[in-house]
């Protein structure tokens, strides 16, 4: 028996952002619609605590996938005609990012709490605040594939990750102001 669950990296969660604020540990996992299959996915341990196991190989796919924009990145146009830019310096945080990963197995386990929905039945997952989910990624970039094999030999969530290739319109928040901005990473590249 398998769940699955699609969720983005959103800019409000990521630590490497386009927007203001630092990000936050917890992510949008969806609304009532989604609250069975959640609470499927997501079955806490005896500690309230969920181990989510990723894939070093898969996490290297992924940025290899981004390597060009990392490498060479580009400005985004807000909607009031600016130019936007990341504030990390992008090729610098890429090889640190391929430099960290060198110290892990394959299997990565991160633990994670489920949040009791709100009242508007929205249910978020807290990580850690240095969960490669937060600071390996770029907004809007990828969505992870949540799962759980049913099974005695298994008690993860499994987090797949995979790149996210359609554009998307976002607001985020920039010198106090809301604005839009389309999120693409592919347009000036060959991958």
Not at 8 to 14: A, T
Not at 31 to 40: A, E, F, H
Request: glycine fraction near 4%.
């Amino acid at each position: 028996m398998s769940n699955s669950l699609e969720v983005k990296l959103v800019d409000s969660f990521v630590l490497n952002k386009l927007g203001e604020g630092h990000g936050e540990s917890r992510l949008y996992l969806g609304g009532y619609s989604s609250l069975d299959t959640i609470n499927k996915i997501f079955i806490p341990s005896e500690n309230s605590i969920i181990q989510l196991k990723l894939l070093k190989s898969n996490i290297l796919h992924t940025l290899g996938f981004f390597e060009p924009f990392y490498k060479n990145p580009k400005k985004f146009y807000l909607s009031n005609g600016k130019l936007l830019s990341f504030r990390q310096n992008l090729p610098e945080l890429y090889e640190t990012i391929l430099a960290s990963l060198e110290n892990y197995q394959e299997d990565i386990l991160e633990s994670a709490e489920l949040l009791s929905a709100d009242k508007k039945g929205r249910s978020y997952l807290r990580v850690n605040k240095n969960s490669m989910l937060r600071k390996f990624f770029l907004p809007h970039s990828v969505k992870v594939i949540f799962s759980r094999q049913l099974s005695f030999f298994s008690n993860y969530v499994h987090c797949e990750i995979k790149p996210e290739l359609i554009p998307i319109k976002k607001e985020i928040k920039v010198n106090n102001q809301k604005l839009t901005i389309e999120f693409d990473y592919f347009s000036d590249y060959e991958c």
